[in-house]
């Protein structure tokens, strides 16, 4: 079929904030697989660049870059293992859930810190995975160890239907969801989500961190 050449007017431009409508989420999260993780931790590369505790940890630009997947691996790898790692359409974003039983890989964790971070930081920074272990419940729960969506498609809905699987399983299997949240700004999201705020982790200089236990509803 010959292309038709009636002339079709340009649609007005849009400020591209206004263009971030909400997308439909029926299918915009999945399941994902090992073929998905380098995509995957890009998007959290992305997506963490401001967060407060990581540039703590990693304040020059180069050493942020190069220690963030070892970091994401160390943390949510195990996700992986499980296979209850959820991505948006697009690897717009993650959510690394471990569920009951199956914890971060800490020997990794401490070895990554311990060869990436700053000396005169250690100290805190060993000081706030103790508070974190006193706030982590210790009874079987789902622990989401990062979630996080790039910037560019923030604001669409993706980090609700990132949570929304393992949150109805929590419900229907009657057990507790756990996170901490690294920014105060999104504390108000989590509470949406039944996430109540537990108290405050700080140590030294470090940014506070806050634990949030999600009971089953």
């Given at each position: 079929m010959p292309l038709s050449t009636t002339t079709v007017p340009s649609p007005p431009l849009v400020p591209l904030a206004l263009q971030r409508s909400p997308l439909p989420?029926?299918?915009?999260?999945?399941?994902?697989?090992?073929?998905?993780?380098?995509?995957?931790?890009?998007?959290?590369?992305?997506?963490?660049?401001?967060?407060?505790?990581?540039?703590?940890?990693?304040?020059?630009?180069?050493?942020y870059l190069t220690h963030f997947p070892g970091f994401v691996r160390a943390f949510g790898g195990r996700a992986f293992e499980q296979q209850t790692v959820y991505a948006a359409s697009g690897h717009a974003g993650a959510a690394f859930w471990l569920?009951?039983?199956?914890?971060?890989?800490?020997?990794?964790?401490i070895e990554l810190f311990q060869r990436s971070v700053s000396e005169?930081?250690?100290g805190d920074l060993f000081a706030v995975l103790e508070q974190m272990d006193h706030y982590?419940?210790?009874?079987?729960?789902?622990?989401?160890?990062?979630?996080?969506?790039?910037p560019v498609h923030q604001r669409?809905?993706?980090?609700?239907?990132?949570?929304?699987?393992?949150?109805?399983?929590?419900?229907?299997?009657?057990?507790?969801a756990y996170v901490e949240s690294?920014?105060?700004?999104?504390?108000?999201?989590?509470?949406?989500?039944?996430?109540?705020?537990?108290?405050?982790?700080?140590?030294?200089?470090?940014?506070?961190?806050?634990?949030?236990?999600?009971?089953?509803?």
């Open positions: 989420m029926q299918n915009a999260v999945h399941l994902a697989t090992q073929a998905d993780q380098k995509h995957l931790t890009a998007a959290l590369v992305l997506a963490f660049v401001d967060d407060p505790m990581m540039r703590w940890m990693y304040p020059d630009s180069h050493q569920p009951p039983g199956v914890e971060v890989d800490e020997q990794a964790l005169a930081l250690l982590h419940i210790h009874q079987p729960h789902w622990y989401l160890s990062l979630l996080a969506v790039e669409r809905g993706y980090g609700s239907a990132l949570m929304h699987e393992i949150l109805a399983r929590c419900d229907r299997n009657h057990l507790p690294s920014k105060p700004d999104n504390i108000p999201f989590y509470q949406r989500h039944g996430f109540e705020l537990l108290g405050t982790i700080q140590a030294g200089t470090s940014p506070p961190l806050f634990p949030m236990l999600r009971p089953p509803q």
